[in-house]
Nanobody, 127 residues
Framework: VQLQASGGGSVQAGDSLRLACAAS????????MGWFRQASGKEREFVAA????????SYADSVKGRFTISRDNANNMVYLQMNSLEPEDTALYYC?????????????????????WGQGTQVTVSS
């Protein structure tokens, strides 16, 4: 599967952005999907993940209650709605995918469990 992320931009603190990740290829509904981010000078970190059916999700504590991950299996899309953005959310955001026969209610937060990665989309939040 190939992944293409979009929707990043430069916003003010408190604003919202919606990131989108388009997946090419077949059997999208068999992939768990995740969003990760990497700020300048820092390691890549987990943001959110959603299971194959969209019925279960995981969130980093730092974004819980502000970000929502969703997916549209009919159109091979996954989204990250980001509200109440903070300067600390500034980073390059990546979408990731992994095909798995196991459907977990709370999908993995580990980058090692995702095989396919898209290019990043930059999110910059100014105070």
């Amino acid at each position: 599967v190939q992944l293409q992320a979009s929707g990043g931009g430069s916003v003010q603190a408190g604003d919202s952005l919606r990131l989108a990740c388009a997946a090419s290829g077949q059997f999208f509904s068999t992939y768990k999907m995740g969003w990760f981010r990497q700020a300048s000078g820092k390691e890549r970190e987990f943001v959110a993940a959603i299971n194959q059916h969209g019925g279960g999700a995981s969130y980093a504590d730092s974004v819980k209650g502000r970000f929502t991950i969703s997916r549209d299996n009919a159109n091979n899309m996954v989204y990250l709605q980001m509200n109440s953005l903070e300067p600390e959310d500034t980073a390059l955001y990546y979408c990731a995918a992994d095909r798995s026969a196991v459907v977990a209610y709370t999908p993995s937060r580990s980058a090692y469990d995702y095989v396919y990665w898209g290019q990043g989309t930059q999110v910059t939040v100014s105070s």
